[in-house]
Every structure is written in structure tokens, then in C-alpha cells.
């Protein structure tokens, strides 16, 4: 019988119980909304730091202020009337952070706008962005000659390179300890070490196809694969170095 059919026989009545839909969400999505909010709450903090820092900045620029009349006036930047060019490149640079701080902070209080992965990766530019006007700000205000500011270049952009690849190493080489050291990964496990926990099931998964080819190998299996030292062995049981 049609379900409409039913429901007319019934007298236009619908049963009262309902079967309720639960919404599974598999493991991948939830990581992935865990991602986005951890991005929004690291986001908040450099935003508010470096709100913090420029309004501070602004309201005291380097140098001070005039506090006499003598020949200038009162309460103009002292650095505007000694080097206006220099002075002109700190407010520009240190108003662009502040103004660029404040927009991030606003935005992220709304929680549509932090859930697209497009529009956190948009945010985190726009604060690369923020930070960069914030050094701008800083050579401008503490150096007096190009060779210094062209050293904070250079040391910036160095340490930025050092900061990447070292975040793309760090995870390949804590993996390979606590694979190599088994009571630091029960440590780890136990809560006692900042590891993730992404890393620890890695480690775990690794271990457990570990035992599995030793098992297999008891049985007279042959053995495949290079162990000829223990980072090959670490590797070597990776589902992602595997993938």
C-alpha cells in the first residue's frame, strides 16, 4: 500500500513514535573541525597581540613627544619633526597592523566565518600580513640606518625559513624517537609529553605492523623491505611514509 494510502486509512494520523537520525560524522571531518577551531584560536591570539603592541606603539611613538613649545609644538611626535620620511614609515606600517588586527578579531567572532577551510586560509594571510606590518613598524621605530634595517631583513626572513622547515621535519623526526624508544612513547601516550595524538596513533599503528611482520616472520614468511638501520625501521612501518 502507497504512504499515502496508509495515512488516509489511518484517518490522516501519523504514528507518534519516531525513529530519530543520528548524523555520524566520520573521524576525518571531526580532525578537520578541530583544525579549524585550533587555527581560529591561535589566529585570536596573534591578532590581539599585535593589536596590543600597536596600540601601545601609537600612542607612544618612538621618540616621544615634544613637551615643550620651544621652537616646535606641544605634543607632536619628536621623530616627525627630526626624520618625517623615518616617522612616516612607522605610522604607516603600524597603523596597517592595528587596523588589520582589529578587522581579524572582529571576523573570527563569527562562527560562520572560521568553519570554510578557504576562508581560515584567507585569515591566516591576512595575519601573515598583520605580522609583517608589525616588523615594518619595529624597523622603522628602533633603526636609524639602512644597514640595520636591512639586517632585521634578512634576519626575519631567515628565521620565517627556519620556522618551515623545521614544522615540516619536527613531525618526521618525533616520530622516529618514539618509535626508536619505547618507554618515551608510553610516556607520550600517558599524557606527560606535548605530542598530538595524531603522532601517537602513528606511532602506534607503526608499531602494531611491526609486530605483525615479526609475527609473520615466525611462521616462515619471507621478509621484505630494508631495516638496515633504525630510521629505515621507523619508516619503513609508516602508513604515511607507505601512502
Known amino acids: 500500500m502507497p504512504v499515502d494510502d496508509r495515512h488516509a486509512a489511518h484517518g490522516g ?8 537520525v543520528a548524523v555520524v560524522e566520520d573521524a576525518t571531518t571531526a580532525e578537520h573541525k578541530a583544525w579549524l ?28 613627544f615634544w613637551q615643550d613649545d620651544n621652537r616646535h609644538t606641544a605634543g607632536n611626535p619628536v621623530l616627525h619633526d627630526r626624520v618625517v620620511k623615518r616617522y612616516l614609515t612607522f605610522y604607516y606600517f603600524n597603523a596597517t597592523a592595528f587596523a588589520t588586527s582589529l578587522v581579524i578579531i572582529i571576523l573570527l567572532l563569527n ?3 572560521y568553519k570554510s577551510e578557504a576562508k ?17 613598524a619595529y624597523i622603522a621605530g628602533s633603526t636609524r640606518d639602512m644597514p640595520s634595517s636591512i639586517y632585521i631583513i634578512v ?21 622516529v624517537v618514539l618509535f626508536m624508544v619505547p618507554g618515551l612513547f608510553r610516556v607520550a601516550k600517558k599524557g606527560w609529553l606535548p605530542v598530538t595524538e595524531n603522532l601517537k596513533n602513528r606511532v602506534a599503528s607503526a608499531k602494531k605492523r611491526e609486530e605483525d ?8 614468511r619471507k621478509k621484505n623491505g630494508c631495516s638496515c638501520c633504525p630510521c629505515g625501521r621507523a619508516f619503513k612501518y609508516d602508513e604515511e611514509t607507505a601512502a
Open 120 to 136: 581560515v586560509a584567507a585569515l591566516t594571510l591576512t595575519t601573515m600580513v598583520d605580522l609583517m606590518s608589525l616588523v615594518g
Open 13 to 20: 494520523r501519523t504514528s507518534g513514535t519516531e525513529v530519530p
Open 111 to 113: 562562527e560562520r566565518f
Open 213 to 220: 611482520e615479526e609475527e609473520a616472520e615466525k611462521k616462515g
Open 37 to 64: 577551531k585550533e587555527m581560529r584560536g591561535w589566529l585570536i591570539i596573534l591578532a590581539t597581540l599585535a593589536a596590543s603592541v600597536t596600540y601601545q606603539a601609537g600612542l607612544n611613538p618612538p621618540g616621544g
Open 155 to 175: 634576519l626575519t626572513c631567515f628565521l620565517f625559513v627556519c620556522v618551515v622547515y623545521i614544522s615540516r621535519v619536527l613531525p618526521n623526526l618525533c616520530f
